[in-house]
């Protein structure tokens, strides 16, 4: 939770530098941000509460409030006030500004682009309620808002590989939503989808993975279907002369597309982080 206050509050400073000239920075909002940071890191939780309330209070058609409320709402659950958070992060989510801050950025394509913060912003708001709603039990809120951070507020699709790592960050997620409902076929194979890709999120999702898995299988087990599915996997060239590595993993195909002779292919996968996970003791 700390780490996610602060990441809020160093991403608007990041955007009070740089923001477009569509958005003009209220720079009130601005000084109890840092005031709301100085309270925070000197463990000053109610001090932090109270600024962060004054914004929505004073300022509530600020675009930057879509951040805020989510840090309002993670203090909220950390002093078990879940119906308070879920009304900021309601807030949060329904607000709609009629400009808001973007900023310049390359992405992986090397292309400079102007991102906005709502979608991601909106997005991690869902997130919030979906947690919310499933500690109350409320499992079709508790799906309903997931899938909406999976679907209508996915950022960041530049080139493909920040969709499949916001995927990657929503998987545990939804793991936890189906274990709660019963389901934990559904909670592996959410898992796998997103499984052995190179993100920030992959040790996470892995260790997330195992711990199910070890509700099925023993770890002898689990090391050993690793290592049958590294025996056995397939490459099938493809038309810009890589490959397409497929690894079948309890009863999931994962398919990867890769460059390199299949030799060196094979030895990049018996060394892959996410497989030594799986078969450490």
Request: aromatic fraction near 12%.
């Amino acid at each position: 939770m700390k780490s996610s206050l602060i990441f809020s509050v160093l991403l608007m400073t990041s955007l009070s530098a740089g923001l477009c000239q569509s958005y003009t920075v209220n720079r009130h909002v601005i000084l109890l941000v840092d005031s709301a940071k100085i309270a925070f890191c000197n463990n000053d939780t109610g001090k932090t509460i109270g600024i962060l309330e004054r914004i929505e209070k004073l300022y509530p058609t600020d675009a930057l409030i879509v951040l805020t409320n989510k840090d309002l709402a993670d203090l909220y659950i950390a002093k078990g006030k879940s119906e308070e958070a879920k009304a900021a992060l309601l807030y949060g989510l329904n607000f709609l500004p009629t400009n808001y801050p973007a900023y310049r950025d390359t992405d992986l394509c090397n292309k400079i682009i102007n991102k906005h913060f709502l979608p991601r912003a909106k997005a991690d708001l869902c997130v919030g309620l979906s947690q919310v709603y499933l500690k109350q039990n409320q499992f079709d809120s508790a799906i309903y808002f997931l899938n909406l951070a999976d679907n209508k507020f996915l950022p960041y699709k530049d080139c493909g590989n920040g969709y499949y790592m916001y995927k990657s960050f929503l998987s545990p997620y939804f793991a936890d939503y189906y274990l709660a409902i019963g389901d934990t076929t559904k909670a592996i194979n959410r898992l796998l989808d997103f499984f052995m890709k190179e993100d920030g999120h992959t040790v996470l999702l892995t260790q997330k993975l195992k711990s199910i898995l070890l509700r099925r299988w023993t770890q002898e087990q689990i090391a050993e279907q690793v290592n049958r599915s590294l025996k056995e996997l397939s490459f099938i060239k493809t038309s810009d002369g890589g490959f397409t590595v497929k690894l079948n993993l309890f009863g999931h195909t994962i398919e990867n597309h890769d460059f390199g002779n299949i030799k060196e292919l094979s030895a990049l996968y018996r060394k892959d982080p996410s497989l030594k996970i799986l078969r450490a003791n």
